[in-house]
C-alpha cells in the first residue's frame, strides 16, 4: 500500500506561482513512478506531470510546459510541482498518484487532492 497527502494549494492571482508538495509513504513507494494529475469542474481528470523515481527523468503536459517543474526528494519520500505563470484554466483540484509507466504514468494510487484557484 501507498498512502498520498498533498499539501500546499490556495487562491492565487493570474501570473503567480504556488508549490504542492505530497507526502508519500509505505513500503513500497519507491517501485512507483509518481506524477500530479488535476480535475477542473465539469471536466475530466487529466494528467499535469510524472516523475520517476529512480533516474528522475520528468515528463509534461503541454499546457504546462515551461511552466510547471515536477521534482522529488527519495530521501524525504516527497514529490513536489512547482507552478509558475499561473493562468485561469490551471484552476483544478490537483492529485498526486503513484504508478506504472513511463511518460502519462498509469495510477494505482491516488492522494486526497488540493485545490489550485487562480483568479484573473
Known amino acids: 500500500q501507498v498512502q498520498l497527502v498533498e499539501s500546499g494549494g490556495g487562491l492565487v492571482q493570474a501570473g503567480g506561482s504556488l508549490r504542492l508538495s505530497c507526502a508519500a509513504s509505505?513500503?513500497?513507494?519507491?517501485?512507483?513512478?509518481m506524477g500530479w494529475f488535476r480535475q477542473a469542474p465539469g471536466k475530466e481528470r487529466e494528467f499535469v506531470a510524472a516523475v520517476t523515481w529512480s533516474a528522475g527523468l520528468t515528463y509534461y503536459v503541454d499546457s504546462v510546459k515551461g511552466r510547471f517543474t515536477i521534482s522529488r526528494d527519495n530521501a524525504k519520500r516527497m514529490v513536489y510541482l512547482q507552478m509558475k505563470s499561473l493562468k485561469p484554466e490551471d484552476t483544478a483540484v490537483y492529485y498526486c498518484?503513484?504508478?506504472?509507466?513511463?511518460?502519462?504514468?498509469?495510477?494505482?494510487?491516488w492522494g486526497q487532492g488540493t485545490q489550485v484557484t487562480v483568479s484573473s
Open positions: 498518484a503513484a504508478g506504472t509507466g513511463r511518460g502519462q504514468i498509469k495510477a494505482d494510487y
Open positions: 509505505g513500503r513500497t513507494v519507491s517501485l512507483y513512478n
